[in-house]
């Protein structure tokens, strides 16, 4: 079925399958680095680069935070998990001991299901519906970028179809004529490769996705060096189809006053600040930050748990550095010659009058993005149905191992993957689709996370106050000699009474003296309650200005 086996996530002496966290840095690289990144140098050029620079670097602080918050939810969960499980009288016995909060192999807790956890069923469905839009869009945007890319550089000059021109993708929301047609065979393509590796399990994928990390990582860095190589040798690009490139002479002072003559010059790009065009830069940069409703589905076959705060700073540092070197490179090189996909400022180089070398290295560069995606593809539409199946059958996707379940798996993530593509048949345009992308990512890469965050800390810190209070202890102890339970029901649920006064609420915000009722090992000094407010107020200002961006 499938044509793929279903086969349990159990290795043969019945303990789960892992991998180590090499692999899983490459999962969530291949995860998050799919179309984000491309549109990060025409953002710096629209909004002016120091602004630009300011404004990256302000919203991958936050989204790392942001992925720590998560870290911590999830071990929070295990601790509600196991004490919900816990039978009365181990209760009693081990009334006076702390809660315990950890991260384990065994067991994942989707965000769909953190949501009714520590908030409600009706957090539940939000946050599914907003997790079903943000991979619609995602998978949407991997479609545009493959599509357009393939009808470009493919000879399809045969039935009915022709070679496309970047030109017939620019500002159009979809190309019409025969280059319409080559667009949606290209897209057939895309998804007779994507669809079947979709429906593989993650360690199945494991040859795939290194490999393509890897061409990642030497992609960017040509990219990079490229625009260095230039940018350092005083060239200076006089037009956009890459005929005309001036070699300065930096010594006698020309440098400055030919850059103030060409198409743009560096202080228009670095200095000068759009407000439109910083707007619609927010977004952009927004998604390409979203990777928090993967943690815990690519997150669950790292075996070693304990380092998994320190991945996540390294991956945020790598993540900046690139992000940003590719940035101010690439908008520095070509200025307001940068396309809507970066990739695309090397078309002009694929012509014949230019070296082979370049010729090569162009088209590596334009249709590597298009190949990669096809890593990036499978992980989106693997944790979204992940978490729908969680919301569907009430149990994790690793309690779930049989061949009946395997077979629902499969056929959720076929449709998962098949929708995206049928709309991109119709919607070939990458920025548009960025735009709105960016909108919801806002939701799911900063408002969840800090609400869960707070949300988790305050239902953990209510559920094991009374394992540390007097007054609770005796009477559990006092209790345990009947044959009734005191405790009857140990699922934790934000509901008002009593003890909910401004003062407690004041109290959980600005002190620490319970902290040791939700600090986890994967906890920072910015995971206190009020830090964590101010973070969501920040986080709150910036999703106004980004929904804002609609308008210009």
Not at 47 to 52: A, E, K
Not at 79 to 103: G, L, S, W
Not at 340 to 351: A, F, G, Q, V
Not at 425 to 443: H, M, Q, W
Request: one cysteine or more; aromatic letters at 16%.
């Amino acid at each position: 079925m499938f044509c793929f086996p279903c086969r349990k996530e159990e290795k043969d002496d019945g303990r789960p399958r892992t991998v180590n966290i090499f692999f899983g840095f490459f999962l969530m690289i291949n995860f998050v680095l799919g179309t984000g990144f491309l549109g990060i140098p025409y953002a710096f050029v629209h909004s002016g680069l120091i602004v630009g620079m300011f404004t990256l670097f302000l919203i991958t602080l936050m989204s790392w935070m942001c992925s720590i918050f998560v870290l911590e939810t999830m071990a929070r969960a295990q601790a509600i998990y196991d004490f919900q499980n816990m039978p009365q009288n181990a209760i009693n016995n081990n009334i006076t001991e702390k809660p315990e909060f950890y991260i384990v192999i065994s067991r994942k807790f989707e965000p769909s299901e953190q949501c009714q956890m520590f908030i409600g069923k009706w957090m539940k469905i939000i946050y599914l519906l907003l997790l079903a839009a943000i991979t619609f869009f995602a998978c949407l945007a991997y479609s545009t970028v493959a599509g357009p890319a393939w009808a470009v550089n493919l000879p399809l000059n045969f039935g009915g179809m022709k070679e496309c021109d970047y030109s017939e993708f620019s500002g159009n929301v979809f190309p019409g004529g025969a280059c319409g047609r080559a667009y949606r065979f290209c897209l057939f393509l895309f998804a007779c490769i994507v669809i079947p590796v979709s429906l593989l399990d993650l360690k199945e994928q494991a040859i795939i996705q290194f490999i393509l990390g890897l061409m990642r990582f030497f992609t960017i860095g040509a990219i990079v060096i490229y625009s260095v190589v230039h940018l350092a040798q005083g060239d200076v690009l006089i037009n956009c189809d890459g005929t005309s490139e001036k070699r300065l002479n930096i010594s006698n002072g020309s440098h400055w006053d030919d850059l103030y003559n060409s198409t743009s010059t560096i202080k228009e790009i670095a200095v000068d600040f759009n407000f439109s065009g910083w707007l619609i830069s927010i977004p952009v940069f927004a998604y390409a930050h979203i990777l928090h409703q993967g943690i815990p589905a690519l997150t669950h076959p790292i075996k070693e748990k304990h380092w998994l705060r320190g991945y996540f700073n390294l991956l945020f540092v790598i993540l900046g550095v690139f992000y940003m070197v590719l940035g101010v490179t690439v908008s520095l090189w070509f200025k307001v010659c940068t396309s809507e996909t970066c990739t695309l400022n090397w078309d002009p180089y694929t012509h014949k009058h230019h070296s082979t070398a370049l010729r090569i290295l162009s088209y590596v560069i334009i249709l590597f993005p298009s190949i990669d995606v096809c890593s990036a593809f499978p992980l989106v539409v693997h944790t979204t149905v992940n978490n729908i199946y969680t919301v569907v059958f009430g149990r994790d996707t690793s309690q779930d191992t049989g061949f009946k379940y395997c077979l629902i798996q499969r056929l959720m993530k076929f449709i998962a993957a098949i929708l995206p593509i049928g709309i991109a048949l119709f919607v070939s345009n990458l920025v548009i689709v960025l735009n709105y992308a960016g909108i919801i990512g806002f939701f799911i890469a900063f408002f969840f996370p800090v609400v869960l965050q707070l949300s988790s800390q305050w239902v953990c810190q209510k559920t094991f106050c009374y394992l540390l209070d007097d007054e609770t202890n005796n009477s559990l102890h006092d209790s345990s000699q009947n044959s009734s339970p005191v405790i009857k029901e140990k699922t934790p649920l934000l509901k008002p009474n009593n003890k909910t006064t401004f003062k407690s609420i004041c109290e959980f915000l600005f002190t620490t003296k319970k902290a040791v009722l939700y600090k986890t090992p994967y906890s920072m000094l910015f995971s206190y309650p009020v830090v964590v407010l101010v973070i969501g107020f920040f986080s709150t200002l910036t999703l106004v200005f980004t929904i804002a961006s609609l308008a210009v």
